[in-house]
């Protein structure tokens, strides 16, 4: 939710706003919240893979019952 209500939003303004005059290098606050992306991203690859190691650990529980 963080990136469709807060993350895109802002990076997309803040982009247009400089659309007409093109700069060198990247603002400030766009590095900030490509950091922060890139945080919520790794967050969100480690929450899958628990959930699949969890899922394995269930799976393999089972098989191992019969």
Avoid: I
Avoid at 10 to 17: F, K, V
Avoid at 23 to 41: I, K, R, S, V
């Amino acid at each position: 939710m963080a990136y469709t209500y807060f993350l895109a939003p802002e990076m997309s303004a803040l982009s247009l706003s400089d659309a007409l005059q093109p700069a060198a290098t990247a603002p400030a606050e766009m590095n900030q919240l490509h950091g922060l992306y890139w945080l919520l991203e790794s967050l969100k690859l480690a929450a899958a893979a628990l959930l699949l190691r969890f899922c394995y650990r269930d799976v393999a529980a089972v098989g191992n019952t019969h």
